[in-house]
Structure formats: structure tokens, C-alpha cells
């Protein structure tokens, strides 16, 4: 496997399992010093051992933590060029009128706030190094809003949106900003989901099958790339011909 990413300090956030721990591997394999955001220590660490690269454990909602955790890898690192921004969680299978209200500020405090966190945190250090590739991991719900999952789906919406103004601000910097739009990949965030929702699911999308974690990398990797050069504030559709638009 090219050593494209030989020399690059990368975070990915939620590395220490499902899309982020392959997307770890991946940016180690190919030559990144990585650094693992994840709020289960022992995983985080677990992860880190295996990439040979760096456990910060923390959790995303703490902007405090987050600040810290950037600087730590900073300075461990001598800098940070690459955030994959990957934690996240469903949150309940349920219709808005039975939604609890703490489990929706629970979806929005990781998914928007924690990813917010993530973002601002780096910005400075690419600024400062004139280069960067941040890639957010958002959702098709975002676009099309799934039924008994309206925490999930507004919080990805979100997390476009937010992406789409991140890359434009930074436009000129010599930092891009992306996000990509899977449909289900079948990972740990599966426990999370009712039966009847994951069969939903897998009926929405016209390949019949869901996603793997290794067909997700393949295209956030490439968007941390520096072959990446002139997109910024994209959405990518990875569906399985699911996406409408």
C-alpha cells in the first residue's frame, strides 16, 4: 500500500470502533501519525496500540476536553493535518411526539455539538500549517429524514450544513471540508437500533445490501487526501443508490 499520507498527523474521533478504528488503520497504514478521540478509555488506548499511534481519551460533548485534546496531539504530533470526525450515536427508535426530550439534546449534544467541538479545535492548527483535510461523517438521513428517527436525521442535516459553511470559510486556506452521506453500514451502532428500523433500512436502499466499513474508508481517505484538492463543502453520497438527490 503508497505511503500517501507519510508525514500527516490525523484525529478521528469514535476510532476506537465501527468506521472510525478501519478508518484509523487505514491513514496507519498509508503513513499518518494518528490520534484516537474516544470517551472509552480502554478501547481508545486498545485502538491506539494497534495503529501505533496515540489514545486521547474524551468525551466530544466537553468542549474543555476537546481543546485539550487538540493540543495534546499538537504537540505530540508537531501539528495536525487531517480530522475525521466519526463518533456519533442513533439515539431511540421512536415517532417526535414520543421522543423523549433528553434523549434528543442527548443526539444533538454528540452529533452537532460534539462534532463542532472537533472542528473548531483543529481549525487553528491547520490554519497555522496552511494545510488540512477535515471529513465529516453525517448520514443519507440527513438528506431524506428517516421515519422514527428524527433526533438522528435533524442532527445530520445539521452536520451538512455545518460543513457546507466550515469549507467555505476556509476556502482559501488551503483546508478543505467534506462529508460523506452513508446509508446503514452494518457496525456496533446497529445494537443501538430496533429490528424493525434496520429492516427499514436495508428495504430503502436498491442494492439490497448495506454498506461495509471498508467501502466507507475507501472514500473518506481519499477526501483526506491531498488529492482532495479542489473540493471543499461536498457532500458524498455512498447509498448503495439509495440517495435521490
Not at 109 to 117: A, R
Not at 193 to 210: A, E, T, V, W, Y
Amino acid at each position: 500500500m503508497t505511503a500517501r499520507f507519510e508525514g500527516r498527523r490525523a484525529i478521528v474521533t469514535g476510532g476506537a470502533s465501527g468506521i472510525g478504528l478501519t478508518v484509523a488503520r487505514r491513514l496507519a497504514a498509508e503513513g499518518a501519525k494518528v490520534a484516537i478521540f474516544d470517551r472509552d478509555a480502554a478501547k481508545a488506548e486498545e485502538a491506539a496500540a494497534s495503529v501505533g499511534g496515540l489514545a486521547v481519551p474524551l468525551d466530544i460533548t466537553d468542549w474543555p476536553a476537546v481543546e485539550a485534546g487538540a493540543k495534546t496531539v499538537a504537540e505530540a504530533f508537531g501539528g495536525i493535518d487531517i480530522l475525521v470526525a466519526s463518533a456519533g450515536i442513533t439515539g431511540p427508535n421512536t415517532t417526535l411526539a414520543d421522543y423523549p426530550p433528553d434523549a434528543w439534546r442527548q443526539v444533538f449534544d454528540v452529533n452537532v455539538h460534539g462534532l463542532f467541538h472537533c472542528n473548531k479545535a483543529v481549525v487553528p492548527f491547520m490554519v497555522s500549517g496552511a494545510y488540512g483535510r477535515i471529513v465529516n461523517i453525517a448520514s443519507v438521513a440527513g438528506k431524506e429524514g428517516n421515519p422514527n428517527a428524527s433526533a438522528y436525521s435533524a442532527s445530520k442535516a445539521a452536520v451538512i450544513g455545518l460543513t457546507k459553511s466550515l469549507g467555505k470559510e476556509l476556502a482559501k486556506t488551503g483546508i478543505t471540508v467534506n462529508c460523506v452521506t452513508p446509508a446503514a453500514v452494518k457496525t456496533a451502532i446497529f445494537d443501538q437500533m430496533q429490528q424493525s428500523h434496520i429492516d427499514f433500512m436495508l428495504s430503502k436502499i436498491p442494492m439490497g445490501r448495506f454498506g461495509t466499513v471498508d467501502e466507507v474508508t475507501s472514500l473518506v481517505t481519499w477526501l483526506a487526501s491531498e488529492e482532495c484538492s479542489f473540493t471543499t463543502s461536498a457532500v458524498f453520497d455512498i447509498s448503495g443508490g439509495r440517495a435521490t438527490y
